[in-house]
């Protein structure tokens, strides 16, 4: 039977889980507490970094409704719960993954998916939100300014048209 404390901590679990965009789930085997705080520094503007222990955390996310995750839930298992851009987020632990060799990027939660290790690597190969957002921005105002040159165009062609007519019309 489990006791009043692990109850209690699952349920915090599972409402950082309930309260995040993404989760990305690491091995830290091998990191030393001072690199886990300098993960924990590199990460506090996007998500927390936190370490799990497995059976609670597998409690907490079928709770959630994340029976997946269970799969990556196997050895020591530190999970940054991202509250932020999930992307930013990504290359940060990716980057920090460079830096300290021990650190593994096991796979993520993110949008009722679970990704695998590439997967989870994939996102920090993407663009940041601003950036995605001003491309397709960009791709907008490029088709807007097209059709109203389309528009001008057919506009001045009409209007030579009936030129062309008016100038018959008077002969």
Known sequence: MPNAEKLEK??????RISGS???LLTEYRGLTVHDTKELRRSLADTAS?????NTLMSRASVEAGIDELERLLEGPTAVAFVEGDVVSAAKKVVDAAKKY???????AYMEGRVLDAAQAQALATLESREVMLSR???MIKADMARAAAAFVA????FLGLLEAYKT???E
């Open 21 to 23: 965009e993404a989760l």
């Open 101 to 107: 060799p021990a650190l593994i990027l096991k796979g």
């Open 49 to 53: 970094f936190a370490v799990v222990k």
């Open 154 to 157: 057919v506009q001045s062609r």
């Open 136 to 138: 397709i921005a960009g």
């Open 10 to 15: 699952v349920q915090a679990l599972k409402e």
């Open 168 to 170: 018959e019309k008077e």
